[in-house]
């Protein structure tokens, strides 16, 4: 967050950092011309019912007719193309590996980053719910959402490589009702 105050500050933006849970921000309701999801902050959680709760949470926060953008990987993508472990070169200083665990519609990754210069930059496990495109819009319609629009085959990287789950994405848009 410190980041993006600097970045903000920087170029003269009157940006507003807020941390918070995503299932409750406690921010007021109807704030928000729209509302984006990004970099898989969407399917950290095992149970539909928290990942449903960041979809309503969404709801509550955007103006009525205001879209939402969900950021997602590519569940196909990471079934076809999985596996167990990776590594991956950031920087010509920094290497990712990755050590991943796939059970059923969930993922359990330990991803460890390394800087040949500083040692450990950081150590960490986080899991990945993998979402076929009707649960995701079965949520959105749960949640309030209307107008879904999924755009698959998704890659922001010019270069082949495995950059975890942002290597495919999918890319889903929704309408507050």
């Known amino acids: 967050m410190q980041l993006g105050r600097n970045k903000a500050g920087e ?4 940006v507003c950092f807020v941390q918070a849970d995503a299932r409750e921000t406690g921010l007021a309701g109807e704030r928000f011309d729209f509302v984006l999801v990004m970099a898989n902050s969407f399917g950290y959680f095992p149970d539909d019912n928290d990942n449903l709760q960041i979809l309503c949470e969404a709801y509550r926060l955007c103006r009525p007719g ?3 953008l969900l950021d997602l990987l590519d569940s196909n993508y990471v079934v076809e193309n999985f596996r167990p472990s990776s590594v ?3 920087t010509e200083d920094v290497t990712v590996n990755r050590e991943r665990e796939l059970s059923d519609n969930l993922i359990r990754v330990r991803e460890t980053v390394v800087s040949g ?3 450990l930059l950081r150590e960490g496990t986080y899991c990945e719910r993998l979402y076929k495109e009707d ?3 079965s949520l959105l319609k749960q949640a ?3 107008q879904i629009d999924f755009k698959t085959d998704f890659s922001s990287h010019q270069n082949p490589g495995d950059y975890g789950f942002m290597t495919q994405r999918v890319i889903v848009t929704a309408v507050r009702g």
């Open 11 to 14: 170029q003269g933006l009157p």
């Open 66 to 68: 205001g879209p939402l």
């Open 88 to 90: 991956h070169k950031a």
């Open 117 to 119: 210069a500083r040692g």
């Open 135 to 137: 649960e995701v819009e």
């Open 144 to 146: 309030g959402f209307g």
